[in-house]
């Protein structure tokens, strides 16, 4: 595992101390590590069919780089109110906080195995030894023992089992660090949604209140003109009963807000009941994309990150499966006073030492060692496919989103028409009616067609938003340009 050359003779103790350290030196079992392939295709689909540039390079994540404040895109003061509370009081995030420390920790455990292990001790005790024991100077005697010690033993990293096991552990911090940027990220993106449906909501609500006042204006109208016989009772009973029906889906409007209110309030880390979030009925807009999404977004998926960080602590895990085929080398030293009479204690008679190498290696243990490092490749290979499984989750989620908002344009094109065509209609029935010409069962349908297709719009710009906000997610926490990590391998 070293090699030494010589130009000139060495003395011997420059020649020992020399050879001392090169087999002190760890000469470490792990097998190199690369990052795994994982096979990426030319452009996004989505991104194609939504119009966008095709081209894009293969990319390594880069979890690390600042995604900033990607809802801003968004430009509601509120929301970004909402999300500043995410880091600071969201209990989910606070949790992944404390498993960071606890995996830089366990780096720290790691690096210790480098030093040596020094305990001391001071202790006194009596004894005696049984009379009927043949042979023994102190049979039936009670003897004091005073003494007090310092050992140190250290084993020295020769094949590398310590530095894997750093190596393994500081990948795994990684790891952790970057499942916090993940839950950062799910936190933001759920907070998002959650206002946007309650936004959506209000938007609903306020179109349902707008036309329960109008249905209850027309019902006082009809009751006016059935008082005078202008008409039947059976106009007033079918605009009774448009009336409650309306304020039935208003009243249910305010239960599904207060519940989306209360998962807001737990996603910023406040009770339920004593957070409110005033309505807003203004209708909001999600961003434009622009033309080619980057494939450097991909870089930025904490997920992908942390699957492959994984992959790294498993490849070093397999060097410490290996290190363990070869014997430890244990130097240990110890030193100290012992006495049977306190007096004469801490006098030079008193001292003790030893001093002295183990070199120990197992010869059998029944296939262990084999197993284990067996166990560690299977390993391996699990994390390797968890990493090309995460990859292949993201390239879905962003497919997924491209698509949704490439159809829900479409869709929110066509409901417009639909809904113009259907306040149109309402108005041409309305006439006709107050000329004689339909009864009013014309006018609470054309009002039921209007209402549900308002309702209908509504809900797919909803659905826009939630589709902007998830592919936002998909994309790692931002669709900008602003990632300038180098391309590699994903």
């Known amino acids: ?71 801003t ?103 952790s660090e970057t499942d916090l940027e993940g839950v950062r990220l799910s936190m933001s993106a759920d907070l998002a949604v959650d206002y946007f449906s309650l936004r959506s909501l209000d938007t609903q609500k306020k179109l349902l209140d707008d036309s329960v006042s109008a249905y209850a204006a027309a019902l006082k109208l009809l009751q006016q003109q059935l008082k005078d016989g202008a008409i039947d009772a059976s106009a007033v009973a079918q605009a009774t009963t448009q009336l409650e029906a309306t304020r039935t889906q208003d009243t249910d409007i305010d239960v599904t807000r207060a519940q989306m209110q209360h998962a807001i309030a737990t996603l910023i880390g406040e009770p339920a009941s004593t957070f409110t979030l005033p309505p807003n009925g203004s209708a909001a807009t999600p961003p434009a994309i622009p033309p080619g999404v980057p494939s450097q977004l991909l870089e930025r998926r904490p997920d992908i990150a942390a699957a492959e960080r994984r992959v790294a602590s498993a490849n070093a895990q397999i060097g410490v499966a290996h290190a363990a085929f070869f014997p430890d080398l244990v ?43 067996h166990g560690a490749t299977a390993q391996y290979d699990g994390a390797v496919a968890d990493y090309r499984q995460s990859v292949l989750v993201a390239f879905q989620q962003v497919e997924d989103n491209l698509s949704a ?65 998830l592919l936002l997610k998909a994309l790692g926490g931002t669709w900008g340009g602003e990632s300038q990590s180098a391309a590699g391998t994903v």
């Open 1 to 71: 595992m070293f090699s030494l050359s010589l130009s000139r003779p060495l003395p011997r103790r420059a020649l020992a101390a020399t050879l001392i350290g090169a087999l002190l030196s760890a000469c470490s079992t792990l097998p190199p590590y690369q990052r795994p392939s994982a096979d990426i295709p030319a452009h996004y689909a989505g991104a194609v069919h939504a119009g966008a540039a095709p081209g894009w390079a293969q990319a390594a994540p880069a979890d690390a780089a600042p995604r900033g404040p990607w809802w």
């Open 73 to 175: 895109l968004f430009n509601d003061p509120v929301l970004n109110q909402l999300e500043a509370r995410i880091d600071v009081s969201n209990q989910t995030v606070r949790k992944a906080v404390a498993q960071v420390q606890q995996a830089r920790s366990m780096v720290d455990y790691q690096r210790a195995g480098f030093f040596p292990t020094i305990t001391a001790g001071v202790a006194q005790e009596r004894f005696r030894t049984s009379q009927n024991v043949e042979g023994r100077s102190l049979a039936g005697k009670t003897v004091p023992d005073y003494s007090a010690g310092v050992a140190a033993s250290w084993e020295p990293d020769l094949f590398g089992r310590v530095r894997d096991s750093v190596n393994g552990a500081q990948a795994d911090a990684q790891a």
């Open 331 to 373: 130097l240990s030293a110890s030193a100290g006073l012992e006495s049977t009479f306190f007096a004469p204690w801490l006098s030079a008679p008193s001292l003790f030492w030893a001093l002295g190498p183990q070199l120990a290696g197992t010869l059998f243990d029944g296939g262990k060692r084999k197993a284990s490092l």
């Open 405 to 469: 908002l490439h159809a829900l344009t479409d869709e929110a094109a066509s409901q417009q028409r639909a809904t113009t065509a259907a306040d149109l209609s309402l108005r041409l029935t309305t006439n006709r009616f107050n000329a004689g010409a339909v009864s009013y069962l014309d006018v609470v349908t054309a009002q039921t067609i209007a209402l549900t297709n308002q309702r209908i719009a509504d809900q797919i710009a909803e659905r826009q938003l939630e589709s902007s906000v």
